[in-house]
């Protein structure tokens, strides 16, 4: 009886539309639009120097009920699973609460179960609305800022005295990642146009946010993406057919894993042979977190800031800006193997369906990841959506394929 009953209701939510959107897409869109003026206006803006942090924690809290029960009302009416795919998902979801809890953290939670809500979505369509709703948020920060309504957040480098300017966000490196981002899913929305004003806009939005930020890594990784997409659309897609790509992917991808597994290993052991400063300080970082936490199966609840005191460690600067130590230390083995497989998995099937263009933004992500853990917050890194290759066995997604060789 119970199962006629949640069966019907599915059925009738399903079938409701308004003006000729679906629930499904309603609340789906709805839901992430929400998460995102809660990441990027509510905590990673300046906003908090003109509205108390009471009140901002407030509607940070409302934004948090209203995402996780659209995305709970999809989750149980909205979309339909095979038996394996249940426990996939109940297994998934209660590792990643547990973590959370151990942690002090919902950031990989409430990723996880953004994606596991993305069954039914449409890739060009998610990127589109994504894309638009930073352009209205970011414009709205910078326009606060630039008004003075809100702090500008600058911040100085080093002892250069080198001023980085953060139009209203809690530093310029958010807006370096948000451009980056914005510029991933441009390129990917206007895959299949020959236009190569494409390549210029994204070249010179990277730029200017550059010149202002001083966000080192967010120009390098934007022009990598840039470089590795004109490369790959105008001469290796018109030389070279299906087989011979995927291959030279599969090779890519191992020879430059190997590559990076190889230097990290070595670096880790001989910091100072690094010639970049701030790597090397990331390393030493990671160093001190280690041994003040330590690892465990499901995380640790930690502590970043400027004037903050570390278990057995004396008052000092501490930030872990390493997405893949994050995840170990913050979040625990258990989570970090799973997003290894979930990833590599993810890395397969685009390269399986023929998705290559988002293949070049995913790899360059992980590089990302490298010297900062935004890229693996599903705000700052839309293409984490795709992670649901790893979970689902859809056959809508066969069409992708079929698409891009259109």
């Not at 339909?80 to 953290?105: C, H, N, R």
């Not at 510029?183 to 939005?205: D, H, V």
């Not at 890519?252 to 701030?278: A, C, Q």
Request: charged share 15%; proline share 1%.
């Amino acid at each position: 009886m119970n199962k006629i009953k949640k069966a019907d209701i599915s059925k009738k939510l399903n079938n409701i539309s308004l003006n000729n959107i679906s629930l499904y897409d309603l609340l789906y869109y709805s839901a992430y639009i929400i998460f995102l003026i809660k990441v990027i206006l509510f905590h990673r803006s300046q906003l908090e120097t003109t509205i108390d942090s009471t009140i901002i924690g407030i509607l940070s809290k409302m934004c948090s009920l209203i995402f996780f029960a659209n995305c709970i009302i999809i989750i149980i009416f909205l979309q339909e699973y095979k038996k394996k795919e249940k426990y996939i998902i109940f297994f998934l979801i209660g590792i990643f609460f547990v973590s959370a809890m151990k942690a002090d953290s919902s950031t990989l939670l409430s990723g996880l179960v953004l994606i596991i809500s993305s069954k039914k979505i449409n890739f060009d369509k998610f990127n589109k609305i994504s894309l638009i709703s930073q352009i209205i948020i970011v414009g709205l920060i910078i326009i606060l800022a630039t008004g003075n309504i809100i702090d500008n957040g600058n911040v100085i480098r080093g002892n250069s005295g080198e001023i980085r300017y953060g139009f209203g966000f809690s530093h310029p490196n958010t807006l370096g990642i948000l451009s980056f981002q914005m510029i991933c899913q441009y390129l990917y929305i206007k895959r299949k146009t020959n236009e190569y004003k494409k390549y210029i806009i994204s070249t010179i939005t990277a730029t200017i946010i550059y010149k202002a930020t001083d966000s080192n890594t967010a120009l390098l990784m934007s022009l990598m993406v840039v470089f590795l997409t004109i490369i790959y659309e105008n001469i290796i897609k018109r030389k070279f057919n299906y087989n011979q790509i995927k291959n030279m992917s599969i090779i890519l991808l191992t020879f430059s894993s190997t590559i990076l597994i190889i230097l990290s290993s070595y670096f880790w052991v001989y910091p100072n042979k690094l010639r970049m400063s701030t790597m090397v300080t990331r390393i030493w970082q990671i160093k001190k977190y280690l041994k003040a936490y330590g690892v465990n199966l499901f995380g640790n609840a930690i502590s970043t800031g400027t004037d903050i005191a570390l278990p057995g460690m004396p008052k000092g600067y501490y930030y872990l800006d390493n997405a893949y130590a994050w995840i170990l230390i913050n979040f625990g083995i258990v989570v970090s193997v799973i997003i290894l497989i979930g990833v590599i998995y993810y890395l397969r099937k685009l390269i399986c369906y023929g998705e290559f263009n988002m293949l070049i933004i995913v790899f360059v992500y992980l590089i990302y990841a490298i010297s900062e853990t935004n890229p693996f917050m599903i705000a700052f890194n839309s293409t984490l959506i795709g992670l649901n290759y790893s979970i689902f066995n859809v056959k809508e997604r066969n069409n992708l394929k079929k698409n891009n060789e259109e």
